[in-house]
């Protein structure tokens, strides 16, 4: 089983949509998530921290499952812009914690 | 502000030769990453440096080496390119190693090994 398994899609979708995506991890022990936002041929840029209360930041909201071993993506009212791969990251705990990156989900918010 | 830079954009190599990628940052960071990203796959640790004066081995370190020059500039050389070597690199650094803190990169070198 792999770390982080995230559904590489594309998930193709109207703009103005609610789009969700899930991320599941393999490692219980671990303490950090976050969510990346990659462009086409572009660097990982950090969209959000996912906290274990959940979080939103404007149309995002991110969710953490601990007991079920996943973490979610929310996007409300899709925009054009929004079209990207969303990685999904992992921290194992520890002193010299590295990031876990998942594959990717591909969106596509089409007019 | 430029935050990550990396350095060349661009690289083709043949077989055997070798070259440095360069990596600086002015965020005042002190830990340091190099990753390779191939399609179908999550970005890979090569190497890390969770300190100026330190470095580690990642995931996938075979045909690398690392050298943190400084605070700000960690270097990655390939000694004897191979094919199987061509991919994306990707540079990024945080402001400790511990897992909290996220990593910021920088816009990446693409190398081609023919």
């Known amino acids: 089983r792999k770390e982080v398994e995230q559904d590489p899609g594309p998930f193709n979708v109207p703009e103005g949509a609610t789009v969700a995506f899930n991320c599941t991890y393999s490692?219980?022990?671990?303490?950090?998530f976050f969510w990346y936002r990659q462009d086409c041929r572009k660097e990982p840029k950090l969209l959000m921290s996912?906290?274990?209360s959940g979080n939103e930041d404007g149309r995002f909201t991110a969710q953490l499952n601990r007991a079920s071993q996943y973490i979610s993506l929310l996007i409300r009212d899709s925009k054009l812009s929004d079209s990207a791969t969303y990685l999904c990251?992992?921290?194992?705990?520890?002193?010299?914690?590295?990031?876990?990156f998942g594959t990717g989900t591909r969106l596509q918010v089409t007019l | 502000n430029a935050g990550v830079t990396q350095t060349p954009k661009f690289q083709v190599l043949k077989t055997g030769q070798s070259m440095t990628l360069q990596c600086a940052q002015d965020?005042?960071?002190?830990?340091m990453y190099w990753y390779r990203q191939d399609p179908g796959m999550g970005l890979r640790l090569i190497y890390y440096?969770?300190?100026?004066?330190?470095?580690d081995k990642g995931e996938v370190p075979n045909g690398y080496n690392v050298s943190r020059l400084n605070k700000r500039e960690f270097s990655l050389r390939l000694e004897s390119a191979a094919p199987s070597q061509t991919s994306v690199y990707f540079c990024?650094?945080?402001?400790?190693?511990?897992?909290?803190?996220?990593?910021?990169f920088g816009d990446g070198t693409r190398l081609s090994i023919l």
């Open positions: 490692n219980s022990a671990s303490q950090s």
């Open positions: 440096s969770a300190s100026e004066g330190t470095t």
């Open positions: 990024a650094s945080s402001p400790v190693v511990t897992g909290n803190q996220p990593q910021h």
């Open positions: 965020m005042n960071h002190n830990s």
């Open positions: 996912v906290y274990s």
């Open positions: 990251v992992v921290s194992p705990a520890g002193t010299a914690s590295k990031l876990t």
